[in-house]
């Protein structure tokens, strides 16, 4: 991100993950302007002042969030992390339908304020999610993508790291394929 550095980076989604990466992009200075989307408004406003309120540990960024899309206008970057949590002894086929639905909705609209932007999919399950909201609007190729094997990766080389006794660091592997159960 750093070519984007000082650019405003939207984060779609408040939960547990859209905050990390919201938290993450603060520490690290990628962004000039954060802004938070999520249909929950109070827990958007909520996230937008702990994160404010932190930010005298920061490098400077404006943050700002509402439960209206606009919010997001003029991102380079947009992180969509929204979507329906996978329920136990549900598989990620079955979840697809609900995520599915809520990235053709939201794909058109996030690229309609941000039409520049790169658009990266986490909502699971990823490759089909992201699938579908590259289909739903005419972008260029690779402005929309989803994290796939990332997290497939790091698990795998921290698993191997704690096998070995070595840090984590110094373990390089990718898983390929689908992220899947």
């Known amino acids: 991100m750093s070519e984007h550095r000082g650019a405003k980076v939207s984060i779609i989604g408040v939960g547990s993950v859209g905050t990390a990466i919201a ?4 520490i690290r200075g990628s962004a000039g302007a954060l802004a938070l989307y999520d249909t929950n408004a109070k827990k958007v406003r909520a996230e937008v002042l702990d994160l404010n309120h932190g930010s005298q540990f ?11 899309v606009g919010v997001t206008a003029g991102s380079a970057i947009v992180v969509v992390t ?25 794909t058109p609209q ?10 990266i999919f986490v909502t699971n399950p990823v490759d089909i999610v992201t699938y579908a909201a590259a289909k739903s609007v ?3 190729s690779g402005r929309i ?6 997290l497939d ?3 795998f080389r921290f698993l191997i790291g704690e096998r070995a006794g070595v840090a984590v660091g110094n373990v390089h592997g990718l898983i390929v394929g689908e992220h899947g159960d």
């Open 23 to 26: 938290y993450a992009c603060l």
């Open 82 to 106: 929204a979507g329906a949590k996978q329920h136990p002894g549900q598989s990620r086929l079955e979840l697809a339908a609900t995520n599915v639905a809520m990235a053709r909705e939201l």
């Open 58 to 68: 920061v490098p400077h960024c404006t943050v700002s969030g509402s439960d209206d």
């Open 110 to 119: 996030l690229l309609e304020h941000s039409p520049g932007a790169v658009v």
């Open 153 to 155: 990766s790091s698990r």
């Open 138 to 140: 005419d972008a260029p």
């Open 145 to 150: 993508f989803g994290s796939g094997t990332v």
